[in-house]
């Protein structure tokens, strides 16, 4: 069909001549592809949507137009979720359309490229976290977590409760999906206290019992303090037949103590740190576990095995833990997963090296120090509010109303985070670092 | 059409892994960043240069297939064309903002949300939509849950949800995960919901039914309207499966034919990359009857601009923020190109090449009229061997042996986005494969980069790390 | 044709069990087996555990099926073949020999009467 001036008004990709369109019409044997919708009367639509098609011209012009309306901030904001400087080859090659258009590996003789990239990907985690297996993706760090607590209530079926229990300081996003996880399974939650910011280990002594299925905590906390008693933690729970769950990110992993070295069950957390950007809230989940709950793993999980060419190859494996054999008796519902922010994370990865990523890490220590001792000279601040080693972001007392200068502050140009009436969180990495300068000035100002 | 994928090799493997290209171990010694207990004492990984990983990710690229290098009608996929420009709209610095935001800064990444909202809204015919779900499966998810909080609001305690056998795997996992009981639903002789069944089926029990609208035969479920009458009058929701909604564009809305609750896979019927296996994006419609349920936030327009807000009732998250934004990005600037007209033909055209291809092939396809994909049956040959050896005619092959209701079910969907000479490549790789011997079958493939795969070593003995690798050599 | 040994009784869910001598074993068929495919992995219960009749006791799983086990008989398992956790492709191999699953002391012989006699099994896979 085309328009009076040539120009097609149908989908600019649906590529058939009027020939074509003819010749395959008469093949069917029908005279319009309507004939071919078996739709009845009464369901038919015959209204529109009252969307104007646009050229692509005109609608980049539009969407640029419309994110221009995002006011240009520097953000100092974290709260579980962080913006590394990605490399340019991370976009280059994520970019590939042989990449980005294929889908899940089903066929895996001609998919061996994507296949060995998540493989990379679950060997990084493997190195990260100490666990031997780990999948290659969920869909973020608040839905690993409660996929975690699904499969330690699997695992223990036979407890007497099935209660998850988690710090006082948990970002409501994971505390939200984690409620809606659990309340198909007929579990609950649990929360336990924390002193100056860390694990209260006394107190979640006191909680902690026979029906525990699960002790989560994390390190970095959503407040930005890293953990310091995480082996006690684990013993708890061992202690009660709980598994011990472990949130972190890959950054914090590759300085902060090795999960398994603690006796982590299960580590959870966001991968995106490391490839992703900010870009509002999109994530990467880890999932990462001991071999002994290989069944009991949620999404994908890519293997090696060999070709009959006796050449090693790599295919999706031990499917039958999923939802396409498994039905409702699967480990997970989780099918689509984030595999290309995996390929982004595991480039990012292997573009720093071991030691970058290290220094990376250190960074997040030593950046956070130096500028939360920096705003602590202020009158009237005191940063970090916590007596504790921080991991890129912590929390800062103000006598004046936090949300007044979070105000002041983007009128300034930077976005920093109010957390109650008094507390401000502030966030430092190597993407925003070069504005320390800017926003100890800019509080100096506004305080 | 002649087809070798490239193969990079060596000895017995294929391109060498980044730790077999290198492999570092630094000690980390943290002093003065860190107390020594509190870091770890090694750290292991590749240590490559720029130009090394450049060559390691273009060589496993090369031997990846995609929508970009020829057909993929994987039944149920929707594997159509991803347009480049919804990539570029994407990657705007401008639209990359933090979630943690305040409202009045990011009016341009709320306005898009807004709109999206309406769009899916108008296509759907529902009266409301969430973005937040990240794929289709959390879509269903959520979907059920608002259904069980809707069921409890009103003092109703339903433990059942009625899904056909032939429905997706996913519809099954979400409800159990919701916490319900599963009913499965069998199929009647033309393939669609057997009513009789579903009378027998339905019950006070019954919190919904979860119907795929054309079914995974292709299928319209001409009944539709009886069989919400009867799952309405016995109290119970209609859930609609938007992985077909390909087929409807323009057509028919589930909002019309009685459905309360659906998902988008916008990853399938907006064009937005399939990248590998995700991400993607589910969000679900609902009639006004359940919008306070709803998670939270949504968007919505005021005469300051756009804001944020928790519904009423909110059954509160399913995402630890907003689900996969930049998916949602791709999704508006797709449907915002094709506009009603464009969206309409996608269908259209959808449905042609479906009926076209199956016209072209020698397989029987037992179940009809079909929408935008049909299921094949390669008869006394198995699926999966015809399946490997259309690999070698440079084409993907549909998805294999599934719905059960066919026996060797090649389910076949080849969207919009192929020409008639594509289509006839694809017709002639299923006409040559069927026609094959079965030594061709079941050696094949032979042209792509990997042989035929042992999947039963590969799950006997699971290795899936370089470092399991290590422990067999 | 598959082997239906005349030494055993049958479930229609395609378990068999041994009615006589010291150990009473209990396996799955070579019926199963086959449709099953290559099987590559096998759950079953401890030794000491109960076995229900006619309840599930385990899984077995080929690359793209997985299939509940139903024990024929109740009693109690006093052993487990464990050389099929690593070389399950012992259930494709013997069946009814190395295949074994689980040694059984039964809670009630009379169950044996309830099941399905080797021509009656037979019947049912034709």
Not at chain 1, 341 to 367: C, N
Not at chain 2, 13 to 26: A, G, I, M, Q, R
Not at chain 2, 108 to 115: E, I, N, Q, S
Not at chain 3, 53 to 71: H, Q
Request: with cysteine; aromatic share 8%; net charge negative.
């Amino acid at each position: 069909m085309t328009a009076g001036n040539g120009r097609r008004v149908g989908s600019p990709y649906a590529p058939h001549t009027d020939a074509d369109e003819e010749a395959m019409l008469d093949a069917v044997g029908v005279d319009s592809a309507e004939d071919l919708f078996d739709i009845p009367d009464e369901v038919r639509f015959d209204g529109e949507f009252g969307v104007d098609s646009a050229d692509e011209q005109e609608l980049r012009n539009a969407m640029a137009d419309l994110f221009s309306r995002n006011e240009e901030l520097t953000e100092f904001l974290g709260r579980g979720h962080h913006a590394h400087y990605v490399p340019a080859l991370v976009d280059d090659l994520s970019r590939r359309s042989e990449f980005l258009t294929s889908y899940t590996q089903y066929q895996p003789e001609i998919a061996q490229g994507f296949l060995q990239v998540l493989f990379e990907y679950q060997s990084m985690l493997v190195e990260l976290t100490g666990l031997p297996v780990a999948n290659c993706s969920m869909y973020d760090a608040a839905t690993a977590l409660a996929e975690a607590a699904l499969l330690a209530n699997r695992l223990r079926r036979g407890a007497s409760g099935h209660r998850v229990l988690v710090p006082e300081h948990l970002h409501e996003g994971r505390l939200g999906v984690l409620e809606n996880y659990l309340d198909g399974a007929a579990m609950e939650i649990g929360e336990y206290p924390m002193t100056d910011g860390a694990v209260d280990v006394d107190a979640l002594a006191d909680l902690v019992d026979d029906e525990t299925v699960m002790v989560y905590a994390e390190t970095p906390t959503v407040r930005g303090v890293i953990e310091e008693r995480l082996a006690d933690i684990g013993d708890l729970a061992h202690d009660n037949d709980a598994l011990f769950c472990l949130g972190s990110d890959l950054v914090a992993l590759a300085l902060l103590e090795e999960p398994a070295s603690v006796g982590a069950d299960v580590v959870v957390g966001e991968a995106g740190a490391l490839g992703l950007g900010t870009a509002y809230g999109m994530g990467l989940g880890i999932f990462a576990t001991r071999e002994e709950y290989l069944r009991q793993v949620p999404g994908r999980l890519v293997g090696v095995s060999e070709d009959s060419a006796d050449m090693r190859a790599f295919t999706l494996t031990l499917q039958t833990r999923e939802q396409h054999i498994r039905k409702e008796r699967a480990t997970s519902n989780i099918c689509t997963n984030q595999a290309w922010v995996a390929l982004r994370t595991a480039m990012h990865m292997a573009w720093l090296g071991p030691d970058r990523l290290v220094d990376l890490a250190e960074r997040a220590v030593t950046d956070a120090r130096d500028l939360a001792a920096r705003l602590d000279e202020l009158s009237g601040v005191k940063a970090p509010l916590y007596d504790r080693h921080h991991f890129r972001e912590f929390v800062v007392r103000t006598d004046q109303p936090a949300p007044a200068i979070t105000n002041d502050l983007a009128g300034r140009g930077f976005a920093v985070h109010a957390l109650t009436d008094h507390h401000l969180q502030v966030c430092i990495t190597d993407a925003n670092a070069d504005a320390a300068d800017g926003l100890v000035a800019a509080f100096e100002e506004v305080i | 059409m002649n087809f070798d994928q490239a193969r990079f090799s060596r000895d017995d493997e294929y391109e060498p892994l980044l730790s077999e290209k290198d492999s570092t171990t630094v000690e980390v010694d943290s002093e003065g960043v860190l107390p020594d207990d509190l870091t770890r004492d090694e750290l292991t990984l590749p240590a490559l240069s720029e130009p090394q990983l450049a060559r390691h990710y273009t060589r496993l690229s090369q031997m990846n297939y995609s929508v970009e290098l020829g057909p993929y009608p994987l039944g149920s996929c929707t594997m159509k064309y991803n347009p480049s420009f919804t990539e570029d709209v994407a990657a705007d610095p401008n639209a990359g903002v933090h979630p943690d935001r305040s409202d009045r800064t990011i009016q341009g990444t709320l306005g898009l949300l807004h709109g999206l909202q309406e769009y899916l809204a108008d296509i759907g015919g529902m009266d409301a939509v969430t973005l937040q779900p990240p794929a289709g499966a959390a879509g269903e998810f959520t979907g059920i849950l608002v259904a069980k909080a809707y069921h409890e609001s009103r003092g109703d305690d339903r433990s059942e949800i009625i899904i056909p056998s032939s429905a997706h795997g996913t519809n099954f996992a979400s409800a159990a995960m919701a916490g319900y009981d599963v009913v499965e639903l069998p199929s009647d002789d033309d393939g669609r919901v057997d009513m009789e069944a579903l009378d027998a089926a339905v019950s006070e029990e019954t919190a919904a039914l979860m119907l795929t609208n054309p079914n995974t035969l292709g299928l319209f479920e001409r009944d539709i309207v009886d069989i919400a009458e009867l799952v309405h009058d016995a109290g119970g929701l209609l859930y609609y499966d938007g992985a077909n909604l390909n087929a409807l564009l323009g057509r028919a809305r589930p909002g019309d034919m009685g459905f309360d609750i659906m998902h988008y896979n916008v990853h399938k019927t907006f064009a937005t990359p399939h990248g590998g296996g995700g991400p993607g994006a589910g969000p679900v419609g609902v009639v006004d009857e359940l919008a306070e349920f709803l998670p939270s936030p949504m968007v919505r327009e005021t005469a300051a601009g756009y804001e944020q807000y928790e519904p009423e009732s909110s059954i509160g998250k399913v995402h630890g923020f907003a689900g996969n934004w930049l998916v949602l990005v791709k999704a508006y600037a797709y449907i915002a190109r094709l506009g009603d007209a464009g969206l309409a033909d996608a269908s259209a055209k959808a449905v042609l090449n479906a009926n076209y291809l199956a016209s072209q092939i020698d397989l029987e396809v037992p179940y009809g009229p079909f929408h935008h994909e049909f299921a094949a049956t390669s008869g006394e040959r198995d699926a999966a061997d015809v399946a490997k050896r259309m690999l070698d005619y440079g084409v993907h092959p549909p998805t294999t042996k599934w719905p059960e209701l066919v026996s060797q079910a090649m389910l076949t969907e080849p969207t919009e986005v192929e020409d008639k000479a594509s289509l006839d490549d694809l017709a002639h790789a299923f006409n040559a494969a069927y026609a094959d011997s079965d030594e061709a079958l079941e050696t094949a493939p032979s042209k792509t980069s990997a042989r035929r795969i042992d999947q039963v070593s590969a799950a006997r003995n699971p290795r899936l790390s370089w470092r399991a690798l290590g422990d067999d050599e | 044709m598959f082997e239906i040994p005349d030494d055993r009784k049958y479930l229609e869910s395609h378990e068999w069990t041994t009615t006589e001598g010291d150990a009473v074993r209990i396996g799955i068929s070579d019926f199963a087996q086959d449709e099953l495919g290559d099987v590559v992995f096998v759950e079953l219960p401890a030794e000491g555990d109960e076995l229900a009749a006619g309840e599930e006791f385990g899984v077995v799983e080929s690359i793209k099926a997985v299939s509940d086990l139903y024990a024929p008989i109740s009693g109690t398992v006093t052993a487990v073949n464990e050389e099929l956790f690593d070389a399950p492709e012992l259930l494709n191999d013997d069946p009814y020999g190395d295949g074994w699953m689980l040694e059984v002391e039964p809670a009630d012989e009379s169950e044996f009467d309830d099941l399905l006699s080797p021509e009656e099994y037979r019947e049912q896979t034709e």
